[in-house]
T-cell receptor, first 112, second 112 residues
Framework: DAEITQSPRHKITETGRQVTLACHQT?????MFWYRQDLGHGLRLIHY???????NKGEVSDGYSVSRSNTEDLPLTLESAASSQTSVYFC???????????FGPGTRLTVL | QKEVEQDPGPLSVPEGAIVSLNCTYS??????FMWYRQYSRKGPELLMY????GNKEDGRFTAQVDKSSKYISLFIRDSQPSDSATYLC????????????FGKGTKLSVIP
């Protein structure tokens, strides 16, 4: 069965370190998204991609970057982790159009 | 004004009750109105969606959109403990943009 996976599921890191969160989908979807979810803020879009070599900034992109070298993967990099980036991160993918976004299980990141 | 407003609750109801969950939005370009359900420590999953104004029914769930007042509702009939989750509204404009704008989510508990 097709699926979307995220790794690691939990991560503790220190302020200033570079961190990369992996997202892999086997649906062959063109669209991929990264969100963060925080109490009081809901799901907020960080970056998104509509295909290979395409990346776009979302609502809360400062301090984050993504690259899309193939259809299946969209890794999210925190260049220099900050305590404000402690959050739960979700990756999602979809086909173009008003179609369902399929979400991964999430990565819980703690920055100390 | 935020694009999508949703009362975060929490909302607690007895089993069998009718539940009404609501969102308001400000962007007139929204054409599709999605409801996602998120169980604790899981990624969101699409529950149902409607296009433009009107009602859509799916089993015990009814989604209702009033574009004139920019008001979105989700009704749950005969609520069950398994309905206990966070419900997120996510309107979407279409027209080549595949980004969703999520409400903060309403946490629902159905008490046996």
């Amino acid at each position: 069965d097709a699926e979307i996976t995220q790794s690691p599921r939990h991560k503790i890191t220190e302020t200033g370190r570079q961190v990369t969160l992996a997202c892999h989908q086997t649906w062959n979807h063109n669209n991929m998204f990264w969100y963060r979810q925080d109490l009081g803020h809901g799901l907020r879009l960080i970056h998104y991609s509509y295909g290979v070599q395409d990346t776009n900034k979302g609502e809360v992109s400062d301090g984050y970057s993504v690259s899309r070298s193939n259809t299946e993967d969209l890794p999210l990099t925190l260049e220099s982790a900050a305590s404000s980036q402690t959050s739960v991160y979700f990756c999602a993918s979809s086909e173009p159009g008003p179609n369902e976004q399929f979400f991964g299980p999430g990565t819980r990141l703690t920055v100390l | 004004q935020k694009e999508v407003e949703q009362d975060p609750g929490p909302l607690s109801v007895p089993e069998g009750a009718i539940v009404s969950l609501n969102c308001t939005y400000s962007n007139s370009a929204f054409q599709y109105f999605m409801w996602y359900r998120q169980y604790s420590r899981k990624g969101p999953e699409l529950l149902m969606y409607t296009y433009s104004s009107g009602n859509k029914e799916d089993g015990r769930f009814t989604a209702q959109v009033d574009k004139s007042s920019k008001y979105i509702s989700l009704f749950i009939r005969d609520s069950q403990p398994s309905d206990s989750a966070t419900y997120l509204c996510a309107p979407y404009s279409g027209a080549g943009s595949y980004q969703l704008t999520f409400g903060k989510g309403t946490k629902l508990s159905v008490i046996p």
